[in-house]
């Protein structure tokens, strides 16, 4: 039997809040078509994107009331996927149904659970208070990747890849001189790197206005199968920031929400939040320039994805700065083994 692809019994991001209304939104998660939408009272709903009597999209209706229609014949559907009207007859036929998934509208993104319903734990989600939060200032987008969702989950957590891709931004030296310092945990995983008194940044230490060298700071939290935080910045060195006073630099929580959409494309949904200047229209426009970095880890995979295309069998090494990727794919291997172990019990 193949692996499975995908960690089902986990939530992962459908759709930023702002995406969903009262017109059907299409989306593809998992390799499955989902139908989005919002009933009367503004609650969001997830269905299997199918008629289930001649297989139209959901996503070609219309939304009436708290049910969506289908566009072919009429039919309407509820949030619970149970088809409560068909025109011309009053019965409905017995298992005119069709998939309904859980979804939990947090922290201004929308989660969906693809996996068995009965199993759907709501405190699985990050606690990523900043992303809504008035104390922080957000940049956000979404961007659809053409690579497979591990390997944009790779490159997030590869900090070694900085001096090479983004130089003039997010690159440092330091990152290749400073061992990760790695934690595992059941369902997680922690590193953390600590750059005292050495060149940080470019990025933060133009935010932070640093005079020669500073303290930077990468931290990140991997919760699989595909939510990333990091806690990032730069202070002028010396100054406490590696003992709680980050007063004299510059806070940064960079959040990314990797869904996979099939298995050689992803949907990338990112927040960078920081913590100073939130009123600061000229900040917000020098902090842009986070997209155009991201953006550059867009480049690297889906180039990527096409040389592993083109030469489908050529073998790969490891290096020691994979150390961290490594530990999460393995992680995340081990969660998908345990799911179809217990699945088949």
């Known amino acids: 039997m193949d692996k499975p692809m995908f960690l089902k019994n986990s939530w992962y991001v459908a759709a930023f809040d702002t995406e969903i209304g009262h017109e059907p939104l299409a989306r593809t998660l998992l390799n499955e078509p989902v139908v989005l939408f919002r009933t009367e009272d503004g609650t969001p709903v997830a269905l299997e994107d199918r008629c289930c009597h001649r297989a139209l999209p959901l996503s ?28 011309g007859q009053n019965a409905v ?13 947090r922290w201004g993104w929308v989660w969906i659970w693809m996996g068995d319903p009965a199993k759907a734990d709501e405190n699985q989600i990050p606690d ?23 390997a944009y989950i790779d490159i997030q957590l590869d900090q070694t890849h900085s001096p090479y891709v983004h130089p003039d931004t997010l690159g440092n030296a330091a990152k290749l001189r400073v061992k990760p310092n790695v934690t595992r945990e059941e369902r997680a995983l922690k590193c953390e790197r600590l750059m005292p008194n050495d060149e940080p940044p470019p990025l933060w230490a133009k935010a932070a206005k640093i005079e020669g060298k500073g303290d930077s700071w990468n931290r990140w939290v991997y919760n699989p199968p595909g939510t990333i935080m990091f806690d990032v910045g730069a202070a002028q060195a010396g100054t406490g920031a590696f003992e709680g006073d980050r007063s004299h630099g510059v806070t940064v929580h960079n959040t990314h929400a990797i869904t ?10 990112w927040t960078s939040a920081r913590s100073f200047a939130q009123e600061d229209a000229a ?12 953006l550059e880890d867009v480049d690297m995979v889906e180039a990527q994805a096409r040389t592993i295309a083109a030469f489908p069998d050529a073998p790969t090494i490891d290096v020691a700065m994979d150390h961290p990727t490594i530990q999460a794919r393995n992680l995340l291997s081990r ?11």
């Open 60 to 87: 070609m209706g219309k939304v009436i009331g708290n049910d969506i229609q289908c566009g072919y014949h009429g039919l309407e559907f509820d949030a619970a996927g149970d088809c409560v009207k068909i025109p």
């Open 93 to 105: 036929p017995p298992g005119a149904t069709i998939d309904s998934y859980p979804v939990v509208e």
């Open 128 to 150: 990523y208070f900043w992303l809504d939060s008035p104390d922080w200032a957000t940049i956000e987008d979404y961007f659809h990747v053409k690579c497979h969702y591990q």
């Open 260 to 269: 996979p959409e099939t298995g050689t494309t992803t949907h990338h949904f």
């Open 283 to 294: 900040m917000t426009e020098q902090l842009k320039v986070i997209r155009k970095v991201f």
């Open 335 to 345: 969660l998908i083994d345990e799911e179809r172990q217990s699945s088949a019990a």
